[in-house]
């Protein structure tokens, strides 16, 4: 079965300090990757999402930046973080209709950040 | 585009009384809905989805949606509230067939459940 880990799973950081998220799956070969960010008290929000290797498409301006450097493995970062960077990171995966999934996603367990 | 309404932020049951969380949808071609229900400081979890089969889904945890294509409606329903059910709950409506953008979400609606 499929497994999606992300990590760490809190983070305390000071405003300007650099970032980054991890996030692979297990069981699944060529999945779609989505970083999702989830502010205090809103809904989600989609960051960015790969198809594939090296190909990343970002769907709102921030500092924030997103690279896949293997099939399995997703990363999100920044240089300079900022308070409003703080929030719950959710990692997801789409395996396609081949797998069963008429669209659906699956979540990792997510990160907490605290931007200070 | 496709876009989703959840009608209500906060829901507030006693425990054993029924739960309704409303869900309205709008899509330009026949999509595909879900419910999630997410606890606090968790990743979401699948409770049902819709994918143009039987229009009265069930899903885990004794909860069940009917999608009603003449209101674009997806109303999440459960018979009776437990108190594991207080949880945060997303209606999400697929995207264009084949998009890797995927899914669009609503606001969310926060469940209490009363002793």
């Known amino acids: 079965s499929q497994t999606i880990h992300q990590w760490p799973a809190t983070l305390v950081q000071p405003v300007g300090s650099p970032l980054s998220l991890e996030c692979t799956v297990e069981g699944t070969s060529n999945p779609n990757l989505y970083w999702y960010r989830q502010a205090a008290g809103r809904g989600l929000q989609l960051l960015f999402y790969?198809?594939?290797?090296?190909?990343i498409s970002s769907e709102v301006p921030q500092n924030l930046s997103a690279s896949r450097p293997q099939d399995r493995q997703f990363i999100l970062s920044s240089k300079k973080l900022l308070l409003s960077d703080s929030g719950f990171y959710l990692c997801?995966?789409?395996?396609?209709?081949?797998?069963?999934?008429?669209?659906?996603?699956?979540f990792g367990p997510g990160t907490r950040l605290t931007v200070t | 585009a496709q876009s989703v309404t959840q009608l209500d932020s906060h829901v507030s049951v006693s425990e054993g009384t029924p739960v309704l969380l409303r869900c309205n949808y709008s899509?330009?071609?026949?999509?595909?809905l879900f419910w999630y229900v997410q606890h606090p400081n968790k990743g979401l979890q699948l409770l049902l989805k819709?994918?143009?089969?039987?229009?009265l889904v069930k899903g885990i945890n004794g909860f069940e949606a009917e999608f009603k294509k003449s209101e674009t409606s997806f109303h999440l329903t459960k018979p009776s509230a437990h108190m594991s059910d207080a949880a945060e709950y997303f209606c999400v409506v697929s995207g264009t067939p084949g998009s890797a953008r995927q899914l669009t979400f609503g606001s969310g609606t926060q469940l209490t459940v009363l002793p």
């Open positions: 899509s330009s071609y026949s999509p595909s």
């Open positions: 997801a995966w789409w395996g396609g209709a081949r797998a069963g999934a008429y669209y659906e996603q699956y």
């Open positions: 790969s198809v594939g290797i090296g190909q």
């Open positions: 819709y994918t143009s089969a039987a229009t």
